[in-house]
């Protein structure tokens, strides 16, 4: 695969990625899914392949439909259990089938097992059970119920939702009128999952749930979101039994619980701890062990956030990731002692152990190459092995390397650098991660620096304060001081990145987007070094933002009124003068567009003469805080490419063909 892909925007689109990957329970087969442009490169599809753990065998596609597959789990007996809204054969008139539950036997057609009207998503499975999650009308009492409810409100036309609370919205997509319930099922060997309902009247407690079935299928743990006076909410940890019980595991004010793993033997769950922020403090996120017949054991002195937590086949230790210094490293876990597994700089997913405890394998990523399957001793340090996945890498246009500092503060400062092919000096481009509570680790499709790299420019990644994998203390840096010690940590790491010979210093850009675009936002209001300023999905006016967002409870315990007024960017709209290409969907419920609205009005309000503005807008209106549908995507790179090219370079004025 040559790196001329990484030169067009369009090609790039069309290249195939790796996503989700899960291990038989004889640790024979390995299945991970692939999503490709459908014929007419409009929408992604994904595809499930089986990849041989032990390297030997190439990989083998399993499935194929117009609709796409994913979430592969296990049976057992072996079989493959997966969601696709593709139609069932024995159905054929089923107008717009939603997501059901399909199982792939080992050898035969897959065929459909479990339905329900809204849909299901989400399996996991152990043993013969498995559980999902579906949206459910409220006052459904069954699918059948549900599904009555759902015609009669398709044929008055109704749209409307009655919310009883906050949040009414959730990234791109209103909450409501259905609620998600979680329903534990039996995989027969022929006929039907039936259902039992396991959380009858949920309201909005399951939410983006993070769950997992005990052994024996008896049970399952469960985030439990809470409502809290004043809007808030808090997230919870509860045990759901087949008989329609529940117990609390875990409800404390101080924090909120996430991705609980039931160990092997069943008696024990755990879970990321995460001790709640406030205007003051960012919280901490640590690894809890909850005994089912009470008591608790915390992993601390381990200055890392846990998260993709898996348990080791004798329930003697986790594997789990976290970010650190750049990476996204594999640790095994046992009592108080953490062990990094991997040695390399790459970011790992999916964790899947091998029953025997000997393996674990991964998707691996990083800025040198996308998602791949690897697999990793389970037990001592050492690189990956790769496996022989469906997609080849791609061959980079340049280089990689780091570039280290000291902050102002003493703190050390550390970036990569994506270097373009050739002697420079190259032009530079600043660009800011979002989050913020994030690292530049892993290999992004959407915000890939090789497309720039392609075109000549250099591109500094930093870690700036407010990142993770650097300790807690890094975090609490920025911790309501947004525009202080991340902005001069953004520029502190770029004059010592400019100090190489091979960067020219007086062309150099600065872009972001979400939290990286509130940075850009803030860059361009206090500085004229650049020449030019990338600005996607961006906070700008900190006053509106914190109550139209969709979780406005968590942004308000650091947006006090003093951190506002200290960290808004709108307060020095005046001082902006720097090009600005400003980008936003309208589709995007966590930066809503009223901030995009605000910023361009600013910007040319402030215009003398509307036809030497530099400023630009562009405006997806169905696109959510990214930019998803291929066709855009490509739209986006070659719109920013543009850009970077008239401001950084001095190139004319280019406007790709499609928006003319």
Known sequence: MESTHLSDPTAFQALPRLAGLALSPDGTRLVTGVATLDPKGQKWLTALWEVDPAGAAPAVRLTRSAKGEGSPVFTAAGDVLFTSARPDPDSPDEEDPKPALWLLPGQGEARPVGTRPGGVGGPVAKGTQVVVSSATLPAATDGDDDAARRKARKDNTISAVLHRGYPVRYWDHDLGPDEPRLLLGTVAADGPVSWTDLTPAPGRALDEAQYDLLPDGSAVVTTWSVAEPRGSRRTTLVLLAADGSRRVLADDPRYEYEEPQVSPDGGAVACVRYTRSTPDDPGDRQLLI??????????????????????????????????????????????????????????????????????????RSGYDGPATPVRLDARRPGPPTYLRGPVPRPTLPGTLTEVTTTAPDGRPLRAWMVLPEGDGPHPTVLWIHGGPLSSWNAWSWRWCPWLLAARGYAVLLPDPALSTGYGLAHIARGWGDWGGATYDDLLQILDAALERPDLDRTRTAAMGGSFGGYMANWVAGHTDRFRAVVTHASLWDLDRFGATTDAAWYWGREMTPEMVQKNNPALFADRIVTPMLVVHGDKDYRVPIGEALALWWDLCSRAADPATMPHRFLYFPDENHWVLTPGHAALWYETVLAFLGQHVRGEQEHVPELLK
């Open 290 to 363: 909850l005994s089912l017949a009470g008591g608790a054991e915390l992993v601390t002195g381990w200055d890392r956030w846990p998260t993709a937590l898996r348990w080791a086949p004798d329930g003697q230790a986790l594997l789990v990731t976290a970010d650190e210094g750049g990476a996204a490293p594999v640790f095994r876990v046992e009592g108080q002692a953490v062990t990094r597994l991997t040695t390399d700089d790459g970011a790992y997913t999916d964790l899947c152990v091998g029953p025997d405890g000997a393996s674990v394998y991964a998707l």
